[in-house]
């Protein structure tokens, strides 16, 4: 196993130094190496399947979705995230299926973070079902020794060589969908556990509850709450977003237009959310995130998502889907 390289415990240029002790108080985590929290992305809230498997399919479409972070504007070094799935819906199955990667870059570190996934979908009704899902594929973090700041140059104590450690990784979850509620429950980083290995990540668990109403032609509500453990440390998130549509005439259903939302996390981060749909397959979206903590209240955050989906009518015409109505999501026959 690789251990800690020295030159973390050196004499580092104070940007490092700061960057590294902000992460620690801005996630809420103590930790004392690479271990850190699972990505925690403003825009979660449109993509569960990122720590819950069992949230594939749960839509039944098919769909490409993406957000990028920029965390921390103007401080060197700074959190960078990139995160891509590609999921789909197999009516005959009853199972979602999707493959996604996030990248996470942090001053000379990186994660890299390749999953398969598959849920299955059990109908209890024709609005409700419930899915069980699992991910599995490679926890890969690396770093780049070679570009460490040292105070002296050329210090001999200071370890400037490359290494990088990967490993097998794996989630699971459970999620109860039904018209007016969601509710999941999973764990990610299976494989891991509680270990001290300076270069993997831990278990965490995670928790959410969102209450809805989407049977209005002008607003839809949606209302979050969102927990997550790791080691016994918690981080707890609030979100409320609305969701403005048009009618297209009189039987002919109605089409999302906007989305407004806020969430604040008790790691003392309070986000605004928006997004808007381009048209039946599009949406893009932007998030912006501000620190209250004193040191980083100037360096703000920023995410950006775009989606494509292919909502696909035969889907629901299969045994097992729980009924949606084609006609009032997209204003077609």
């Known amino acids: 196993m690789l251990t800690f ?156 060589s490359n290494e990088s450690v990967s490993k097998p990784d794996a989630h699971a979850g459970l999620e109860y969908s039904s018209r007016f509620l969601d509710v999941g429950v999973s764990s990610t980083h299976l494989f891991s556990g509680n270990n001290t290995d300076d270069y993997l990540n831990t278990n965490h668990q995670f928790a959410y509850l969102i209450v809805k109403d989407t049977r209005h032609q002008k607003l839809d509500y949606f209302i979050g709450a969102y927990g997550i453990n790791r080691s016994n440390i918690f981080v707890y998130e609030g979100n409320v977003l609305l969701r403005l549509k048009r009618s297209l005439g009189t039987g002919k259903g109605y089409q999302e237009t906007v989305d407004l939302g806020v969430s604040v996390r008790s790691s003392r981060q309070l986000a605004a959310i928006f997004s808007m749909r381009l048209s039946d397959s599009w949406r893009i979206g932007y998030a912006f995130e501000h620190n209250f903590i004193a040191a980083y209240g100037l360096n703000s955050t920023h995410e950006i998502l775009v989606e494509f989906r292919l909502f696909r009518k035969e889907v629901h015409q299969c045994k097992g889907v729980p009924m949606v109505d084609y006609k009032k999501i997209t204003g077609r026959k």
Request: net charge positive.
């Open 5 to 160: 390289p020295k030159a973390i415990k050196m004499k580092l240029n104070i940007k490092h130094i700061l960057l590294w002790g902000s992460l620690v108080l801005t996630q809420g985590f103590i930790s004392q190496t690479f271990a850190q929290s699972d990505i925690n992305m403003t825009t979660h809230w449109y993509n569960r399947s990122q720590y819950n498997p069992a949230n594939l399919g749960n839509k039944h479409f098919f769909r490409v979705f993406s957000n990028v972070r920029q965390q921390w504007i103007g401080v060197k070094g700074a959190p960078k995230v990139y995160n891509l799935s590609v999921t789909d819906y197999l009516a005959k199955y009853n199972s979602g299926i999707g493959i996604s990667c996030m990248v996470d870059d942090i001053g000379v570190t990186r994660v890299i973070n390749p999953m398969l996934s598959y849920a299955y979908h059990l109908r209890l009704n024709q609005t409700a079902a419930l899915s069980f899902g699992i991910s599995g594929g490679l926890f890969r973090r690396s770093i780049r020794g070679s570009e460490f700041e040292a105070v002296i140059e050329n210090d001999d104590a200071v370890n400037y």
